[in-house]
């Protein structure tokens, strides 16, 4: 069975500030999928990023970065110089390839507020 | 290219009333999920089906039913509707390739359901 778990339930920072939200996962697959989706106060989830198992390389995009370690088998995920369009929930998942379980499990979701 | 449609987006049903929430995908996708989301909590499945005809309890089942007579659509059914229901039900739909990775894993934009 997979399991994620995002330990911050809440986190408050001032504009500009960095924040990192942490994802801890696990799973006995060797291939596996993990995911981060954004949840704004409209509610649609906003897909995010996309890492497989065999993909270790941090990303970046704009003011978002990923960092991926199989090691301590964590994803974070990293705004920097957060912005209020920043405030969200954002959940990290987790999915394997394993044909008829590709069945995405979700941690609790960590709430991001910005504060101007 | 409209990748996941729910209706309806709101409804508010009576104790012990039935209805069918919908859920179009036209991404050819194979995988077809249905996830509710209660208030502070992230995403547990209720069902997904791997292809038409074929689908399969997720973690919380009971109450629900669905069926998938094709790629496209993937309906879930409420029957005997109870305050627990209450929730936010996302439909969502990804592209497996078996045990070659899995693609374009997509929300709908969800249907808010209050049962009193």
């Known amino acids: 069975a997979q399991k994620v778990t995002q330990a911050q339930t809440e986190i408050s920072v001032v504009e500009k500030e960095d924040v990192t939200l942490d994802c801890v996962y696990e799973?006995?697959?060797?291939?596996?999928?993990l995911f981060w989706y954004k949840q704004p106060p409209s509610g649609e989830l906003v897909f995010l990023i996309r890492r497989n198992s065999f993909d270790e390389q941090n990303e970046i995009s704009g003011r978002y970065s990923w960092n991926f370690q199989k090691s301590t088998s964590s994803f974070n995920f990293t705004i920097t110089a957060s912005q209020v369009v920043d405030s969200a929930v954002y959940f990290c998942?987790?999915?394997?390839?394993?044909?008829?379980?590709?069945?995405?499990?979700f941690g609790t979701g960590t709430r991001l507020t910005i504060i101007p | 290219n409209a990748g996941v449609t729910q209706t309806p987006k709101f409804r508010i049903l009576k104790i012990g009333q039935s209805m069918t929430l919908q859920c179009t995908q036209d991404m050819n996708h194979n995988y077809m999920y249905w996830y509710r989301q209660d208030p502070g909590m992230g995403l547990k499945l209720i069902y997904y089906?791997?292809?038409?005809?074929?689908?399969d309890k997720g973690e919380v089942p009971n109450g629900y039913n669905v069926s998938r007579s094709t790629t496209e659509d993937f309906p879930l059914r409420l029957e005997l509707a109870a305050p627990s229901q209450t929730s936010v039900y996302f439909c969502a739909s990804s592209f497996s390739y078996g045990f070659g990775g899995v693609e374009g894993y997509t929300f709908g934009s969800g249907t808010r359901l209050t049962v009193v």
């Open positions: 799973t006995r697959d060797t291939t596996y999928y």
């Open positions: 998942a987790l999915t394997v390839s394993n044909f008829g379980n590709e069945k995405l499990t």
């Open positions: 089906s791997v292809g038409a005809g074929i689908t």
